[in-house]
């Protein structure tokens, strides 16, 4: 149950950054402030990390599963601290 959970919060972080990528470009093309580039890079490296651990957390033992679930759930917190609500 934690691996389909923390996959499903994966899947959110990477929705989410195609989301922030498409809002700065629409930004940009409009003349409007989008979220920056701090963020998109932000959001695309926290998509990506949370990839590679998802599949650790698929690939591995239970120990190292739980560890790799639980690290996306903290880097999903972290991104939305940092740039959502911070």
Same mark, same amino acid.
């Given at each position: 149950?934690?691996?389909?959970? *923390?996959? +499903?919060?994966?899947? @959110?972080?990477?929705?989410? $950054?195609? %989301? ?7 930004? #940009? ?9 701090? *963020?998109? +890079?932000?959001?695309? @490296?926290?998509?990506?990390? $949370?990839? %590679? ?7 591995? #033992? ?11 759930? +903290? ?12």
């Amino acid at each position: 149950m934690l691996r389909g959970l *923390s996959g +499903a919060v994966t899947a @959110g972080l990477v929705v989410l $950054a195609v %989301v922030v990528i498409g809002t700065q470009y629409l930004g #940009s093309q409009r003349g409007f402030p989008g979220p920056g580039t701090v *963020s998109v +890079a932000s959001h695309i @490296g926290a998509a990506i990390v $949370a990839i %590679v651990l998802q599949r650790i957390a698929d690939h591995r #033992s239970r120990a190292v599963s739980v560890i790799a679930s639980l690290l996306v759930f +903290a880097l999903a917190g972290v991104l939305l601290w940092t740039q959502w609500w911070g």
